[in-house]
């Protein structure tokens, strides 16, 4: 069955340090690769994508994510972070038709 | 730039009652999905729907739950007796074709049944 996995529930990070947020997807091939991100009582805001080509994809607000086939990995990363970018993070995979999302990553941003 | 709408934005609903939610997809679209995210979980697929039909659905998707494409712009999902457990965040996507892939998601419905 197809899934996606975030491992790690909630992190927190000082403001200006490095992020990484981690997703392991499993699926019968490459799916198309999805980071979105979602401030409380909001919808969800595209990060980034990935479909093909470049395995290292950038995106807004200064993230970017990194395709590893041989893990079976897409994780996020952003090198200096800011506290507007505390969030809840979801990493999602779309198959033939239906997006399956992670359950998700909450960020907390400390001063 | 072209993006999904959806209302309310907020629907309050009594236990029992029918609630319909609307959507707008992007107009050239032609697959067109719901999703649910009950607060605090992951979001959940619901149905997708091309040419008129569903083309797929999860187990969360029962005899309580439909979707119409009444005209040309709206996509609906309609509950027909609501449950407290179907409070949850509700959202409305869509893809341009075959060829596209990315699903551009509406900003959402809160339902809150009482």
């Known amino acids: 069955a197809q899934s996606v996995t975030q491992p790690d529930i909630h992190i927190t990070v000082s403001e200006g340090a490095s992020l990484e947020l981690r997703c392991n997807y499993s699926?019968?091939?490459?799916?198309?690769l999805f980071w979105y991100v979602q401030s409380p009582g909001q919808g969800l805001q595209l990060l980034l994508k990935?479909?093909?080509?470049?395995?290292l994809v950038q995106g807004i607000k200064g993230f970017e994510a990194e395709f590893k086939r041989s893990q079976s990995s897409f994780n996020l990363r952003k090198p200096s972070v800011h506290w507007s970018d505390a969030a809840e993070y979801f990493c999602a995979a779309r198959g033939y038709q239906k997006v399956t999302f992670g359950t998700g990553t909450k960020l907390q941003v400390i001063p | 730039e072209p993006e999904v709408t959806q209302t309310p934005s907020h629907q309050v609903t009594q236990m029992g009652q029918e609630v319909i939610l609307r959507c707008v997809p992007i107009s050239n679209h032609l697959y067109f999905y719901w999703y649910r995210q009950i607060l605090g979980q992951k979001v959940e697929f619901l149905v997708s729907?091309?040419?008129?039909?569903?083309?797929?659905k999860s187990e969360i998707f029962d005899d309580q739950f439909s979707v119409e494409r009444p005209d040309g712009s709206n996509f609906t999902l309609k509950i027909r007796s609501t449950k407290l457990e179907d409070s949850a965040m509700y959202f409305c996507a869509s893809r341009e074709g075959s060829n596209s892939y990315e699903q551009y998601f509406g900003p959402g419905t809160r339902l809150t049944v009482t």
């Open positions: 729907f091309y040419n008129n039909e569903i083309s797929e």
């Open positions: 699926y019968g091939a490459t799916p198309y």
């Open positions: 990935y479909f093909s080509g470049d395995t």
